[in-house]
Each structure stands twice: as structure tokens, then as C-alpha cells.
């Protein structure tokens, strides 16, 4: 399989900044389980990992903050 170049001539830097991936630290309040993961920034600044929920089943109650 061939990989591509991340950034090729004429593509925008805002372009380029917008398709980074960003490491994420994702802690459950539930159970206090923790997760790593990266994900891909969008356009609006938020940040999907396809993370859906945690071992202890919950969905929705979570502390999640981008790691530098």
C-alpha cells in the first residue's frame, strides 16, 4: 500500500492544522476508568475519536480534555 504525504503544494495551512490528529484523554465518571486516544480535529474545533462509550457501559458522563 502506498502512503500519501500529509501536506502536498497548494493545500491551505488552515487545511492542513484542521486535518491534525490531537491525543485525547477521555476519563469516566462513573468508574474512574481511563482512556488515550487520538483523534482528528474538524473545521468547528471539536474533536472525534469514535470513542461510544466505557467499559462500565456509560455513554455520557465523561472528562475529556486534548493532550499537548
Known amino acids: 500500500m ?3 504525504p500529509l501536506a502536498s503544494e497548494g493545500v491551505r495551512d488552515e487545511m ?3 486535518n491534525q490528529r490531537v491525543k485525547v484523554h477521555i476519563r469516566c465518571r462513573k468508574c474512574g476508568e481511563t482512556f488515550i486516544l487520538r483523534g482528528v480535529r ?3 474545533g471539536h474533536i472525534e475519536t469514535g470513542f ?4 462500565c457501559d456509560n455513554e455520557d458522563d465523561f472528562d475529556i480534555e486534548p493532550l499537548h
Open 52 to 55: 461510544k462509550r466505557c467499559l
Open 16 to 18: 492542513v492544522l484542521s
Open 2 to 4: 502506498r502512503s500519501e
Open 42 to 44: 474538524d473545521s468547528n
